[in-house]
């Protein structure tokens, strides 16, 4: 027989008194023994308790029973072993039963009826709600009978102080941060703390049963770090050389379970709450971010005492799995860095798969990632065929302007490098073979520019500074349009790309094109510094000279435009831009508005021109002045490029002047560099030697450096901006997608092997196109329409079906129709795919202008959109849309062939 507990003592004498019985004594069934005090005090009564192993105990007790004093004798004899006499002075005449669910009814508001499933569950349940009660007691049900869920609930909310509403996985794993609140927890009965924990799995899922093991064998506030571990220790799937870690990990984890063995489910549970608090506590602020990386440093720590850090790459949110991802992928770059010739496919995928798994880990750095994707498109870019060399100088210019301006961006990143020295060394490499291709095709712009400058031949298309305000300028002004023309000095073309991306990503501008065809350039006076090409650009002609100078020819050019430099842009305290300034922009009458922002060149200075992303985030002054002139054609152009430095792997020259990039002719050109001679060069004589590899200086070190041949520093970016009318001048129209293929494009997976003897390539590289003479004779001619939409190879006849069958009749709007051929290329695309794409990808491929892809698109899901079944959707990244194959089948009743 058991011993009566203390507390269901008191709940049977409470229930006693209620009834008003008479009688001076209770006798309860009960081991005769009493390890509490004596004398209760219940509702104000004195009640003794008596252990009463005989029968002459239980007399004593009534006989010594003190007035107004009550008696509660515990004994393990029957009614006829105590005999008539002594039970005529007992409650009901009998020895009555401790029934432990008669007291969870007391306590519980006198509630009538038990949910049988709860009496089920044990005498346990019942003797922990005698044990645990509160001291406000234990809250009703809402009806009249107990169910098992409502006692439970509150027993278990008791026992860990929770809320009953946070029973759950989130709310546990939250609860296992608190140390104090999980002591109670760790002393009660083991058939306690299973019954709970029992219950928890319905209320918290699978997770709770770790959780709580952990809890009891007290390594509860490692829950998260616990949790980390087991999605890595329990993988759904794993490789046979991972998993004999695995297992080797999962021993030497169980003791922190209590020696509890996790099943597979239980862990992923686990594994799933613990990754969910860490995105919760992130997003929660600074504290909270703190406190999660305390949770990851511990989790790294528990790996290192169970050896196994090896496997922490699998993790999506450990520091050091995003290390190990990184080392991953810096080992598919090291191999698809060729030797020589163009990057294998098969290597430049793999290099693309782990660069996946980089951009999958939460706890990602953004500055590293972008340096990891940047490395990708140079292996893309190495995979391209090199094409046939420029025959012209324009023909350079826009190889500078529409691909090598974009490796340039790229490989800044690359070269800036990483902190890990075994990423940094793949980093290395790539950067070099990079260089040496970089390399050919400079020294042949140099060659070609060195030429065409003796040669003093006509410009035909190709645009030079000195004759931007001429043509394309004045004619925008000839059409009635005002301008405002942005000089960013020292602009290169790949700042220019990020500078585009940043204006157009809202909408707002609209990049124009000639024709609305590929981005043009603009060739910078010789040598490429300030003093020549800004004065030769503001000027209208080839000249040197400082912002005097500027000011006279610009105000000789155009007698009602103005000119501001630096000083002119300061404004007070509370102005973004001088009241003069935001004057001058609202004046009507005038026409031009050149304004000089000097951020970059700045930078080459005193700065870090190499990593710094430029936007109108870093170029304040550019989303200053574009907010004042939306009424205004936006002429962005620069004076010159430049080049970084290149720290230990530059290369000084002696020179007798100590400029940076240039030199007099006093001593023949090296093999670095090209002896330029010719009226465009403003400088020297007419005679300079100027340096083509871009780690060549013969001045004191800087962060950048500008003067030189190098394609980076002579082809000046040119962008033509209104605030969303594509047709706002004649001639031009909206810009097409300007990044190449390589760029944005991922390399399929099934890329063919190159024959021998050929070049690795994904199609053919378009030759060159020969633009017209003129091109920047903006007369008003009729804009050129929209470029076709490129037919995809192999069109699936699933497109043909579509587009001759009847409800694709039915559904097309004739106020504003999608051109069958341009739906057949979008889902063409879509399809070539895998069932998405990118909007950059759509708008490239069906030769929609990038401004319009997303209306474009918008037009092709109302289309294809039948009873409200979406046929095509949008990522919520914004940028992928994804075609259902099977739903489009299904809505339009094609048959797949």
Not at 391 to 411: I, S
Not at 698 to 722: C, D, F, N, Q, S
Request: glycine letters at 8%; hydrophobic letters at 45%; charged letters at 25%.
């Amino acid at each position: 027989m058991s011993a009566a507990q203390p507390d269901a003592v008191r709940r049977k004498v409470e229930a006693w008194l209620a009834e008003n019985d008479q009688a001076g004594a209770i006798a309860l069934t009960a081991r005769p023994e009493w390890p509490a005090e004596p004398v209760l005090t219940v509702d104000g009564t004195r009640v003794r308790v008596v252990p009463c192993p005989t029968p002459l105990a239980a007399r004593a007790a009534l006989h010594d029973r003190a007035d107004g004093e009550r008696l509660v004798l515990l004994t393990e004899l029957t009614d006829s072993e105590l005999g008539d006499g002594l039970l005529a002075h007992l409650s009901k005449q009998t020895v009555r039963k401790i029934d432990p669910w008669d007291l969870v009814r007391q306590m519980f508001g006198g509630v009538k009826d038990l949910d049988p499933t709860l009496v089920r569950v044990g005498r346990w349940v019942a003797n922990a709600l005698s044990d645990h009660a509160p001291s406000d007691g234990w809250p009703a049900p809402p009806g009249a009978i107990l169910t098992r869920d409502h006692a439970l609930r509150s027993l278990t909310s008791e026992l860990l102080d929770l809320p009953p509403a946070e029973l759950d996985d989130s709310g546990l794993v939250q609860w296992s941060t608190d140390v104090t609140r999980q002591l109670r927890f760790t002393t009660v009965p083991d058939v306690v703390a299973e019954g709970v924990t029992a219950y928890l799995t319905g209320t918290a899922g699978r997770a709770a049963v770790p959780i709580m093991a952990a809890v009891r064998a007290g390594h509860g506030v490692d829950v998260i770090p616990l949790g980390l571990l087991a999605g890595l220790l329990w993988p759904a799937a794993s490789e046979r050389t991972a998993e004999v870690e695995a297992a080797v990990g999962r021993t030497r984890l169980e003791p922190r379970f209590g020696g509890f063995r996790l099943t597979p489910q239980q862990a992923e549970a686990l594994h799933q709450a613990a990754e969910a608090w860490i995105y919760r506590t992130v997003d929660s602020g600074d504290k909270g971010r703190d406190e999660a990386m305390r949770m990851l440093r511990r989790a790294e720590a528990i790996a290192a005492e169970i050896g196994i850090t090896g496997l922490l790459g699998a993790s999506t949110v450990l520091p050091s799995g995003f290390v190990q991802r990184l080392r991953a992928f810096a080992d598919a770059v090291r191999l698809a860095v060729p030797a020589g010739g163009s990057a294998l496919p098969a290597a430049v995928t793999r290099a693309q798969s782990a660069l996946a798994t980089v951009e999958a880990h939460r706890a990602a750095e953004p500055r590293r990632v972008e340096t990891a994707r940047m490395t990708v498109r140079l292996l893309r870019w190495l995979h391209t065929a090199d094409g046939p060399a420029p025959a012209t100088l324009l023909d350079a210019l826009h190889r500078q302007v529409r691909h090598d301006g974009w490796v340039d961006r790229a490989r800044l990143d690359v070269f800036a490098g990483d902190p890990d020295q075994q990423v940094a060394e793949a980093y290395r490499l790539l950067h070099r073979a990079v260089d040496a291709r970089r390399a050919r095709h400079d020294q042949l712009f140099a060659t070609l520019l060195a030429a065409a400058t003796s040669a003093e031949i006509e410009p035909g298309a190709l645009l030079r500074v000195e004759d931007v305000l001429d043509r394309v300028v004045q004619p925008i002004v000839d059409q009635g349009r005002r301008v405002l023309m942005l000089v960013m000095d020292g602009m290169s073309v790949a700042a220019a790309t990020e500078l585009a991306e940043s204006v157009t990503r809202t909408g707002a501008w609209v990049e124009l094109t000639p024709g609305g065809g590929p981005r043009t350039g603009v060739l910078a006076a010789l040598p490429t510094v300030t003093e020549a090409s800004r004065c030769s650009l503001l000027s209208g002609r080839i000249t040197a000279g400082g912002q005097q100078a500027e000011r006279k020819a610009f105000s000789e050019r155009f007698p009602d435009g103005r000119l501001l430099h630096k000083a002119a842009l300061r404004a007070g305290a509370g102005n973004a831009l001088d009241p003069e300034v935001l004057a001058a922009l609202d004046d009507l009458s005038t026409p031009v508005v050149a304004a000089v922002v000097n951020t970059i060149d700045d930078a080459l200075d005193r700065s870090d021109p190499g990593t710094t992303v430029w936007g109108e985030e870093t170029i304040t002054a550019v989303g200053d002045l574009l907010a004042s002139a939306a009424d205004r054609v936006v002429v962005l152009v620069s004076d010159h490029g430049h080049v970084v430095d290149r720290g230990p792997e530059s290369l000084t020259l002696p020179s007798a002047s100590n400029e940076n990039r240039w030199r007099p002719a006093t001593a023949p050109a090296g093999d670095a560099e090209v002896t330029v001679t010719g009226s465009r060069v403003a400088l020297g004589g007419g005679t300079v030697v100027l340096p083509w590899r871009e780690e060549v200086r013969y001045g004191p070190r800087k962060a950048g450096y500008h003067g030189g041949a190098a394609p980076a520093e002579v082809v000046i970016p040119l962008l033509v901006l209104t605030a969303g009318d594509d047709q706002a001048v004649p001639g031009w129209a909206g810009a097409p997608v300007a990044s190449p293929d390589w760029w944005r494009e991922p390399l399929a997976d099934s890329s063919p092997l190159p024959e021998p003897g050929t070049a690795n390539r994904r199609r053919p590289r378009r030759p060159v196109e020969q633009q017209p003479e003129s091109l920047f004779d903006l007369a008003p001619v009729v804009a050129a329409p929209v470029a076709a939409p490129q037919p995809v190879p192999g069109a699936p006849d699933l497109v043909t079906a579509l587009l001759a069958s009847d409800r694709y009749a039915q559904r097309r709007d004739p106020r504003m129709p999608l051109a069958d051929e341009r739906v057949a290329a979008l889902l063409g695309t879509l399809l070539a795919g895998g069932e998405r794409a990118t909007l950059d990808t759509l708008a490239a491929r069906a030769g929609v202008p990038a401004h319009r892809i997303t209306g474009t698109v918008a037009a092709l899901r109302r289309l294809l959109q039948v009873e409200g079944y979406p046929v095509i959707t949008l990522d919520p990244d914004g940028r992928t849309v994804h075609l259902n194959r099977a739903l489009l089948i299904e809505q339009f009743e094609l048959e797949p062939r």
